[in-house]
């Protein structure tokens, strides 16, 4: 297959993002950005949290007599983070996040949080990444934070299956119950949901990844002599049951019994999809790059839903999480990687889709211009993965169809 290589101007969020699915994953852990007030602003409309919530993220602001190397950043953070953990006492992980500016005034984080970790040893364990846009989409903060903690994994030899990425806590639920029926386990998960059981890992761990935007993150856990499966992701019914069949096989789970539980939730998945494929069948869809998951929303949306891809773009080409999905996609798909915004929205307009999947930046203006699109980034906050959310995630591409069908029917 063909990719179609771009660099140039980017529109897409920074990895700061993925700390409002982040934060709801471990509620005993906290996110402290080290940026200025543009990040505070990202992340607290990007979660939408009052005020007066006690939130499980903060900024630590840069101000101007930091940037310009006035103050000492380090003794401000430390007074910070002091005075933090005697407000919130349940706070067992502190992550110490890197922005943009942290970056541009090189403030070494990975020296805060050992001088911290030092401090607070046996209280709170201090872990740092880097969200910032000059590193990151919108996805990869996910990435950067768990790759972060693969170190502090502990060491285990027993045979398991790792699930890699946030779920949303009821999607993991019903895969655990299903990975039982199957006979795969024990199932562990990273992210785990408290931050301080964090699951062993070693030559006998299997791992299948739930998001495709994790590469970092699989290639530390096979430094740890962790085994990654290629699958395609659980998007879908589809993606779903290759996913579980690939653990299964992976168990030596006989096929007939992996069937016999699977079937009846492809079955129902493939009803719930049925009446939004009438609405989306034919119609033609392009993906500009954002969240990494683009190929495997092509496919479900190619292969189940009957749509035409007019392009699939993507910021990131990691061919090792990603050529389950490729194989899947028809021959010759227009594929891009990385992102030239201008002669990609050139491409949109020369094509006239009837939906294109975009960040949030770019959905106002291409929908003032006739075109009908849907925000990427709500597929990560919408529990979509698995044969029961196959009709919900077809459903969240129809809507936006059938809200301008009635625009042009008023
Ligand atoms: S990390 Fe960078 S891109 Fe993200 S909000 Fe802060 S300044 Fe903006």
């Excluded at 190397?69 to 983070?81: F, I, K, T």
């Excluded at 364990?125 to 000059?134: A, C, D, E, L």
């Excluded at 964090?198 to 761990?205: D, K």
């Excluded at 960040?359 to 006739?370: R, V």
């Amino acid at each position: 297959m063909e990719v179609l290589k771009e660099s140039g101007q980017r529109e897409v969020f920074c990895g700061l993002t993925s700390i409002v699915w982040l934060h709801r994953r471990m509620p005993d852990a906290f996110f402290l950005v080290v940026g200025s007030r543009t990040c505070a602003h990202l992340i607290q409309s990007a979660a939408g949290v009052m005020i007066f919530a006690e939130p499980r993220f903060g900024t630590a602001i840069l101000g101007e007599r930091d940037l310009a190397g006035l103050a000492d950043a380090n003794a401000e953070l430390d007074r910070l983070v002091t005075d933090l953990l005697a407000r919130r006492p349940e706070i067992r992980t502190l992550f110490l996040v890197g922005s943009c500016p942290s970056e541009v005034i090189k403030l070494d984080l990975a020296k805060a949080a050992e001088r911290l970790n030092e401090r607070l040893v046996g209280r709170v364990r201090v872990v740092n990444y880097s969200g910032s846009g000059i590193e990151t989409t919108f996805t990869q903060g996910e990435d950067q934070a768990l790759t972060a903690l693969v170190p502090l994994l502990p060491a285990g030899d027993q045979r398991q299956l790792l699930l890699v990425g946030t779920l949303a806590d009821a999607v993991e639920d019903r895969f655990l119950t299903l990975f039982e029926r199957l006979g795969v386990g024990p199932v562990l998960s990273l992210p785990p949901r408290r931050s301080t059981e964090l699951p062993p890992v070693g030559p006998g761990t299997q791992a299948l990844l739930c998001q495709p935007f994790l590469g970092s993150t699989a290639r530390a856990l096979q430094a740890r002599g962790v085994t990654l499966l290629p699958a395609p992701y659980p998007l879908g019914v589809e993606g779903s049951r290759r996913w579980f069949e690939t653990a299964a096989a992976a168990f030596g789970i006989d096929p007939a019994h992996t069937a016999a539980v699977l079937d009846p939730l492809v079955a129902r998945g493939q009803a719930a999809v049925a009446p939004h494929r009438r609405q989306l069948e034919g119609k033609r869809l392009f993906l500009l790059p954002d969240s990494q998951m683009e190929p495997a929303l092509a496919r479900f949306l190619h292969r189940e839903c009957g749509m035409e891809l007019v392009e699939v773009g993507t910021p990131y080409l990691d061919r090792t999480l990603q050529q389950p999905e490729l194989d899947l996609l028809p021959p010759g798909t227009a594929l891009s990687e990385g992102q030239h915004l201008e002669r990609q929205l050139e491409r949109v307009r020369a094509a006239r889709p009837d939906l294109v999947v975009c960040g949030m930046g770019l959905a106002n203006p291409l929908e003032a211009e006739g075109i009908a699109t849907k925000w990427s980034i709500e597929l990560v906050f919408s529990p979509i993965h698995g044969c029961d959310q196959a009709g919900d995630l077809a459903e969240l591409f129809a809507r936006p169809l059938r809200r301008r069908a009635s625009l042009a029917f008023a």
